[in-house]
Each structure stands twice: as structure tokens, then as C-alpha cells.
């Protein structure tokens, strides 16, 4: 990830306390001979108290879908002891704390609806992991959130977005640098990408702190619902490090590109190596080319008509034009790169160009 967002608090960071609550007070405290009461269950939380009952008026699938799994798992978690409750604790709070799982990602092993499911088998658990799935899908979905129950108590989500992309004004995307991003200036918006994937993790499928907008391409093209705690085209299965959306610090990616030929009008992908520093995040560089395909990406940005081949057309025609040194006009554009190096791709466009002075192509 190219640089970081800020974190924008949100009165839709309310949904997620409902979760809490549900989850710790109601959930974990169910007992077997405890009725499903719900004015004396949800009494500690009168918004969301509130927001069931309006919901249980409404027959649609976005309201079924919360208040039948709720109820459901109210009574499958009575079945629970202790010690299988906890289980669920250490599940929940590890799912929601994305910072531990992206930095300490190697030495964690958060609930999955697999890891989930091989705890609690089908045969002795019946319906656990379908009605978690439900539920916990069901919050992020359009059907739920546009019932006006719950936008009264949590707000919308291109609310968020509009204040989310005013306090993150970059306009560029950070997990590629390659694609603008639609601004608060707009009338649509990006869609938020689940970091961790809500098909594959219950618990934080409306923390805000997992959900994070992308380009098109970086979200419907190459991530997916890839995981970034585990490659699964490792047939180990080895946990690993991702960057983390939200970090406090920017990151310190460098980027070194080898141009391999002088034939810069006939440049293949083949023709470009690339690598990426420094190597004390060595583990995220990995994960991160792995979930957005970034190597093959900035290589065929290299070798497009629109990208490397105009750099290197703007090099040889306006340094003549200006009577300069294509050097000192490439050391221009490393200025240019240096004062804000995600307008325009200057960041690749630098490195490309350094790449091919490195080649000679200057001489």
C-alpha cells in the first residue's frame, strides 16, 4: 500500500457497538432457561431496542435477515459453556482488531467461518456457522442498511463516504497509485472493499476499520476475495503480514525499475524487472503485489503507449524544444516527483525514468 488513509469516526460506527453489545450481552450471556425477551435483553441499549422493534414490524429480507439470526444464535449460544464461549470472545476480538491482524498477521489465528466450523462441526452444532453467516453478512448489505430504521440511528454510508474522501484527499488509489479514485466532487462512489473478506470472516463486517474504498480495478480486478492473512496458493497455508489501512505513519515503499533494453519503442513486459523496498517490509511487499498484481501492473505501465512510452516521448521532444539536457530534464521530473509523488503516477514515472538513464537511453 502506497500510503495510508486516515480514519474518519462516523455515526455509522454505531452499527459495529450494536454488534459489540449483541454479541457480549446477549449472545455470550444466554443460559439455557433464558427467555428470548427482547425488552429486557437490549434494555442497556435503547437505540438499538429501539431499531429491533421497528425492524420486527418490517417483513423484508434485510430485516429478517438480522432479527431471525439474532434470535437463532441466542439460543445456540445457550448450548455453549464457558470455556466455548471464550472461544468466541477471542474470535471476536481478534477479527476486530485489523491493526494485530495485518501487523502481527504471522502469529495470529483469527475465526474464520472454516476454522469456525472445523471447532464446531455441523453434526454437533447444527445451524452455528449458517446463522453466523447470515447475520453477520446480511449488516453490510444494501437490503439492511437502506431500511430507515437503521439509518436513523447509524446514518448512510455515501454520507460516510463523502466525508470519508474529503478527510482523504489524495483522489488517487493507495493500494496502486494507478487509478484515480471518484472524489467528494462527485455524485458516485467507490466501493468499499472488505480488507478481510466478509465471506470468509464473521465479526467485522461493518468495522470501519476493514472496510476501505479501492479503484474498480484494484477491487473487482485483482483483490477479490482474496485473503490477505493467507495466500491460498500456498499449499501451507502460512499466515502472513499485509499493510495496514490505517497506520499512523506514511509508508516508505521504494521502487527500482531495470529497463533490460535500449529499444524503448519496442518495450515489452519482459524487458522491465522491478523491485520493491525496503526489505524491513519485505513480508508486506510480498502480500501486497500478491493481492493487487502490483509487479505486473506497474511492468505493462512501463511498456503502455500512454504511460512509460509518452514519459520517454516527452523526454527526447521537450528537452530539445527547451534546449536542455535530457538529464536535467529528467532531474525536473524528479522534482516534480518529489513535491507530491501520486499525482500523475510520479512515483512510477521517476523510477521508470531512472531506470532507463541507468540503460543509456539518454546518451
Avoid at 516508505?252 to 522491465?272: C, F, G
Amino acid at each position: 500500500m502506497l500510503f495510508p488513509y486516515q480514519f474518519l469516526a462516523h455515526p455509522m460506527d454505531r452499527m459495529q457497538e450494536f454488534v459489540r453489545f449483541i454479541f457480549d450481552e446477549v449472545w455470550c450471556e444466554a443460559v439455557p432457561g433464558m427467555n428470548y425477551v427482547v425488552e429486557t435483553l437490549f434494555a442497556a441499549e435503547p437505540d438499538l431496542l429501539n431499531m429491533i422493534t421497528e425492524l420486527d414490524t418490517q417483513e423484508v429480507s434485510g430485516a429478517d435477515n438480522f432479527l431471525k439470526p439474532l434470535h437463532a444464535l441466542f439460543e445456540k449460544f445457550k448450548g455453549l459453556n464457558q470455556e466455548q464461549k471464550q472461544q468466541f470472545k477471542d474470535w471476536f476480538a481478534l477479527n476486530n482488531d485489523i491493526q494485530r491482524l495485518c501487523e502481527h498477521g504471522d502469529q495470529c489465528q483469527p475465526g474464520t467461518y472454516e476454522v469456525i466450523k472445523q471447532a464446531f462441526p455441523e453434526e454437533h452444532f447444527p445451524g452455528l456457522v449458517t446463522e453466523l453467516k447470515r447475520f453477520y453478512k446480511n449488516l453490510y448489505s444494501a437490503d439492511f442498511l437502506k431500511l430507515a430504521s437503521v439509518k436513523s440511528k447509524i446514518g448512510v454510508i455515501d454520507d460516510h463516504n463523502h466525508k470519508f474522501v474529503t478527510l482523504n484527499h489524495r483522489d488517487v488509489c493507495p493500494f496502486c497509485g494507478l487509478s484515480g479514485m471518484l472524489n467528494r466532487y462527485e455524485n458516485k462512489r467507490e466501493a468499499y472493499d472488505h480488507y478481510f473478506p466478509k465471506d470468509k470472516y464473521p465479526f467485522n463486517s461493518i468495522n470501519f476499520y476493514n472496510l476501505v474504498p479501492a479503484c474498480h480495478h484494484c477491487n473487482s480486478s485483482y483483490k477479490l476475495a482474496k485473503d490477505p492473512h493467507i495466500d491460498t496458493k500456498d499449499p501451507l497455508n502460512i499466515p502472513r503480514k499485509v499493510f495496514y489501512p490505517f497506520r499512523d505513519n506514511q509508508n516508505s515503499i521504494e521502487l527500482q525499475v531495470t529497463v533490460k533494453q535500449a529499444d524503448w519503442e519496442n518495450l515489452e513486459r519482459d524487458d522491465i524487472e522491478l523491485m520493491l523496498g525496503p526489505d524491513v517490509v519485505a513480508d508486506e511487499l510480498k502480500t501486497w503485489n500478491d493481492l493487487y498484481g502490483i509487479a505486473d501492473r506497474y511492468k505493462a505501465e512501463c511498456c503502455s503507449t500512454g504511460s512509460g512510452k509518452a514519459w520517454l516521448t516527452e523526454v527526447f521532444e521537450r528537452a530539445d524544444k527547451l534546449k536542455m539536457s535530457r538529464q536535467h530534464y529528467v532531474e525536473t521530473i524528479e522534482l516534480d516527483s518529489d513535491l507530491d509523488p501520486y499525482v500523475d503516477k510520479r512515483f512510477l514515472k521517476k523510477a521508470f525514468l531512472a531506470g532507463c538513464r541507468d540503460a543509456k537511453l539518454f546518451d
